[in-house]
């Protein structure tokens, strides 16, 4: 191409170089200094996260370590025994941080074990939590079908299972067409279930060993306790006769009893009807 006539003659009298870029030349030093630009960027994002590792990774391993769980006490769990419980709970390796463990278990999930309530976690310092369990009020438990349905004072069935519970009475003599889980028990009387309640406080007040709590077509009650058949009929209060049950059921020890009426007891009576087995010569 030729240069304009005025700036050719510039050129020509040297007021003006011409300067000319040979491209291959040109095109080399642009791609080297791309490149240094390049590594210029990857070096200082590589700085930036060793950077991030370093602020992250040093907190996460002083947490780590300073906030390990290496104590849980339970409370208030009668169904289960501690270590029953902890098994429940500790299950991943996060649950072994106290920290994750209050988090998890008052905000994030709450886990469900049979015949427990709800569960209260508190952090007593970086390495104990405190558990305390509440379980759910049982007033006894039906069999069906090979399984042992427990409910509550209102009649809601709460839990299944296939063993019995100790301290929970089998109710016997109640009339049912089906049961469902979460849902009340249908029976032929709405009452029974105060009445079960009832007697199931008073069993517990007087630490009886009662295993059968059992209604007759009249509603009358016999209770077996220690291997005894208790005869306590229908009455507007309980306290009088089973308060009274316990001391009564030790002096008859070694009388081979194995029936005992207090339909008609009053507190104090001297005398009661029992029935003991015959002795084998």
């Known amino acids: 191409m030729q240069l304009p006539e005025k700036l050719a003659k510039r050129v020509s009298s040297g007021l003006v170089q011409k300067w000319t870029c040979h491209n291959h030349n040109c095109g ?3 791609r080297m200094r791309w490149q240094r630009d390049i590594n ?39 169904h289960y025994t501690e270590d029953q419980i902890k098994d ?17 278990y008052n905000f994030i999930s709450k886990p469900e074990i049979p015949f427990v309530e709800k569960l209260d976690v508190e952090l007593v310092n970086n390495h104990t939590v405190l558990v305390t369990v509440y379980e759910k009020k049982i007033a006894g438990c ?34 049912f ?36 709590i059992t209604f007759d077509k009249n509603y009358e009650i016999t209770l077996l306790c220690d291997g005894v058949n208790v005869l306590i009929g229908k009455k507007d209060y309980y306290d009088e006769a089973l308060s009274d049950l316990k001391n009564i059921l030790i002096k008859s020890k070694g009388t081979r009893l194995y029936e005992l009426d207090m339909r008609e007891y009053v507190k104090g009576s001297k005398y009661i009807i029992g029935k003991s087995k015959k002795t084998s010569n």
């Open 28 to 30: 080399g030093m642009m």
């Open 40 to 78: 210029s960027v990857r070096k200082r994002m590589f700085r930036g996260v060793i950077l991030i590792l370093l602020l992250l990774g040093i907190p996460t391993l002083l947490f780590l370590f300073t906030c390990s769980l290496k104590k849980v006490v339970v409370e208030g769990a009668n």
């Open 177 to 212: 067409s089906e049961i469902i889980l979460h849902q009340k028990l249908k029976v032929q009387s709405n009452s029974l279930y105060e009445v079960i309640m009832n007697i199931s406080n008073l069993v517990n007040k007087y630490d009886l060993d009662v295993d059968v």
């Open 88 to 104: 429940k709970l500790l299950k991943t390796k996060v649950d072994f941080n106290s920290v994750l463990f209050y988090l998890k």
């Open 142 to 175: 039906v069999k069906f079908m090979g399984e042992y349905l427990y409910f509550d004072k209102d009649g809601m069935v709460v839990e299944s299972a296939s063993n019995k519970l100790k301290n929970v009475p089998e109710i016997q003599g109640l009339q």
